[in-house]
């Protein structure tokens, strides 16, 4: 069960930056942080990018330095309107993740950064079909989420990060395997490699076919 402190962190823009930047501290400040999930892709100017649930635009602001041609998707309207504001060189799309509004093969890359914690397990499920789907062949669906701690001293700010400002879709998450539910899915993880004591993964998975 999350506390008061969540529903105030999407209220509130502050609060959730400074959290998110704080949080961030442990792979090196939030700049590092929003770009763990691009490092190493190739990654052009005419790529076309798709931030998925891509919320106030925090990561989208990384993506539009890459490519001219950036999607930001978002169910929340609020989460939309700032990210219009904070990042205008994206374009935007309201609509859920798990039903979205493109066609097949459409994007080169795919990216979402710690929003699959906050889904369903079927919700989850039916997301990593619609990233395949909306993807070309040899696209790239690349993520940041949380991971269950390899490094003890890691456990506790986990755990109470969660307790604070999650609910219990955050704790399946980390149970679960992210990599073995890619694949079922079509996808060829490529690398997955943790950060911040294992509390973090960054998963880049192709799309083959």
Same mark, same amino acid.
């Given at each position: ?28 400040? &939030? ?7 691009? &490092?190493? #892709? =190739?990654?052009? *100017? +005419?790529? %076309? ?10 990561? %989208?602001? /990384?993506?539009? &330095? ?8 978002? !169910?929340? *309207? ?9 990042? =205008?060189?994206?374009?935007?799309? +309201? !609509? $859920?993740?798990?039903?979205? *509004? $493109?066609?097949?093969? @459409?994007?080169?890359?795919?990216? %979402?950064?710690? !929003?699959?914690?906050?889904? +369903? ?10 990233? @395949?789907?909306?993807?070309? =062949? ?8 949380? @991971?269950? =701690? ?7 700010? #986990?755990?109470? /990060?969660?307790?604070? $400002? +999650? ?11 992210? %990599?073995?539910?890619? &694949?079922?899915?079509? /996808? ?6 943790? @950060?911040?004591?294992?509390? #973090? ?9």
């Amino acid at each position: 069960m999350a506390t008061i402190l969540r529903d105030w962190s999407y209220q509130y823009q502050w609060l959730y930056d400074g959290f998110s930047r704080l949080a961030a501290l442990s792979v090196g400040g &939030e700049r590092r942080f929003r770009q763990l999930a691009l &490092e190493g #892709l =190739p990654i052009a *100017p +005419e790529t %076309t990018m798709l931030d998925l649930c891509c919320g106030s635009g925090q990561a %989208t602001k /990384f993506l539009v &330095e890459r490519s001219r041609h950036v999607t930001g998707l978002d !169910a929340s *309207p609020l989460s939309l309107k700032r990210a219009r504001k904070n990042v =205008p060189q994206a374009d935007y799309v +309201e !609509a $859920f993740a798990e039903a979205m *509004p $493109f066609s097949d093969n @459409h994007f080169d890359v795919v990216h %979402t950064s710690v !929003a699959l914690h906050e889904m +369903e397990p079927q919700q989850l499920q039916q997301i990593l079909r619609e990233v @395949h789907r909306v993807l070309r =062949p040899n696209g790239y669906f690349t993520l940041v989420d949380f @991971h269950k =701690p390899t490094n003890l001293l890691f456990v506790t700010g #986990l755990t109470l /990060f969660l307790l604070l $400002f +999650e609910t219990q879709t955050a704790w399946t998450l980390i149970r679960s395997d992210l %990599t073995a539910l890619l &694949e079922n899915v079509g /996808f060829q993880v490529d690398q997955q490699t943790l @950060h911040a004591g294992g509390s #973090l993964q960054v998963i880049q998975a192709k799309k083959l076919s």
